[in-house]
């Protein structure tokens, strides 16, 4: 009992946060994250967002803070006093189709990345994409790497993207970087073998089978 209200005198303590959540004016804690806010203050339809560790991408907002707008995840972001947050909703289909099994060689890839993203090419360098991902990727250099072909290294460029497609919407262009960086993962790994560890893991998976097969062979 004597922890319960001392727990509850150090939140007492705390100073309290004001800001607006889908126009809805909330009082939140110090070092409450946007999503902790929106649950505490009964936003609406935010009541069980994500993933919570900055993985899934599904939190995206859209903050303001005077005349500035920027975007992040809820889930890694923090309470100010006087912001406004918007939730986004969830992103749209992708716009860019493709089949892997219909890329039988690697020497068209080029040509094609440019038929399914023509608008890749058209890049004002304007670090939208980078200004806006809650990753840090340089998201603009990878779209350079692959509209020169470089896909093997654009995907590296894009191996902590959590697609939660921030980038797409900073692009005056519509670029879609996130989904540039997917196809440049996919289309490497169709063409290449699967990483080191991988084949070390299958080959252990492979042989583990193989193991409690005997075993249930011999039982019978």
Known sequence: MTTSNATADKNAQQPGVALTINGLAVNAT???????AAWHGGVPRVTGV?????????CRVMLRRGKEVTVGLACQTFVEDGIDVIFLPPASAPQHHYELGDFKDSWDIHARFHKIFPEAARCRHCHGCDNSCPKGITAENGVALAVAGRFREAGEAFFECIMCELCDIACPELIAPAHVGLFSRRITAHFHL????????????RQEHQETSRNEDSEE
Do not use: K
Not at 30 to 36: A, D, I, Q
Not at 50 to 58: D, H, I, K, P, Y
């Open 30 to 36: 110090e070092g409450m994250t946007l999503v902790e």
């Open 50 to 58: 994500g993933c919570l560790e900055g993985v899934c991408g599904s």
């Open 194 to 205: 699967r990483p080191p560890n991988l084949i070390h893991r299958l080959e252990e998976l």
